[in-house]
């Protein structure tokens, strides 16, 4: 059965903050869903609606990112397809829009996985893809930030809007992505869960997860490779995220969405807040939320 789920981050969201995150989410849920509708698979569904949120400055992905210790935008990205096992990911780089994309060509054409910084920006511009100035991913809004602060950010309950999706496609393949412009302050060179596998992103023939939140956490815990795991344990999609964010919540906090082979959504989350939104073909309504839910 053809279905998807979109997160926009998990933090402790200002209530002002939380109609355009719903927004985002909702539109970004269409755009994979008519991608589904069309035939065109799991792949270019998580693709098309990642780089929307790429392009929207509700989110920490792509423009409007916070920016690092040196006032820069560095974004992270990463794809895996269940039905191969195969993934593709970035990390730190400034020159790209859409790193979501860059991920998928190198998930088509490459034999290597991971490349960061300027490994990234040369296979990019070798496929076609036009670099950037790194100012064209800055807003008034987070050089603001910046200027405020120009500290790291410590607490653990600071902005955390990192994007991501899990798809499910006619065909039973599963597709998880995320993509990010990390924690505001961060260091130069800093990554953070959302492009590594197990840890942001998993992907196997039975389910499907992407995470959000505080990246350290998450990479210690393993959380999409346990909630992956947990559902194969278990058969039950809703017990495997509960059971994941619960050991998350042993060394800090964050959120996973994920799919089953069926087709079956789930989303948890230890912060007050992680706008999300499903859509399925049964039920052909897409369904948005944001607060806590008991998991």
Not at 40 to 48: K, M, N, P, V
Not at 188 to 202: A, E, T
Request: a negative charge; proline letters at 5%; one cysteine or more.
């Amino acid at each position: 059965m053809k279905s998807i789920i979109i997160h926009g981050g998990a933090w402790n969201m200002p209530e002002k903050l939380d109609k355009p995150h719903l927004r985002g989410v909702e539109a970004a849920c269409k755009v994979a869903r008519d991608a589904l509708l069309d035939g065109r698979g799991s792949l270019e569904a998580i693709t098309d609606a990642l780089v929307l949120l790429e392009e929207d400055t509700t989110f920490d992905a792509g423009v409007g990112s916070f920016l690092n210790a040196a006032g820069d935008v560095e974004l992270d990205a990463g794809i895996m397809d269940g039905t191969t096992g195969d993934y593709a990911c970035c990390g730190a780089v400034s020159k790209l829009r859409n790193p979501i994309l860059a991920c998928k060509r190198l998930l088509e054409v490459s034999p290597n996985k991971l490349l960061v910084c300027e490994g990234m920006h040369i296979f990019a511009r070798e496929q076609g893809f036009t670099l950037i100035d790194n100012d064209d991913l800055k807003i008034e809004r987070e050089i603001e930030r910046y200027e405020g602060t120009k500290l790291p950010v410590a607490s653990y309950f600071s902005p955390s809007d990192t994007v991501g999706a899990v798809a499910i496609d006619d065909g039973g393949h599963i597709v998880a992505a995320n993509t990010t412009g990390g924690t505001p302050g961060k260091p130069s060179g800093r990554v953070g869960d959302s492009p590594l596998v197990g840890c942001g992103i998993y992907a196997g023939p039975h389910a499907g997860a992407a995470a959000t939140g505080l990246g350290e956490p998450i990479i210690k815990t393993v959380l999409t490779k346990r909630v992956y795991d947990y559902y194969c344990e278990s058969n039950d999609i809703s017990r495997a995220t509960s059971a994941g964010i619960r050991d998350l919540a042993h060394h800090g906090w964050g959120g996973v969405i994920a799919l089953d082979k069926h087709g079956t959504p789930s989303a948890c989350h230890n912060t007050t807040k992680m706008p999300h939104a499903t859509w399925d073909e049964k039920s052909d309504k897409i369904e948005k939320k944001i607060g806590n839910p008991r998991c």
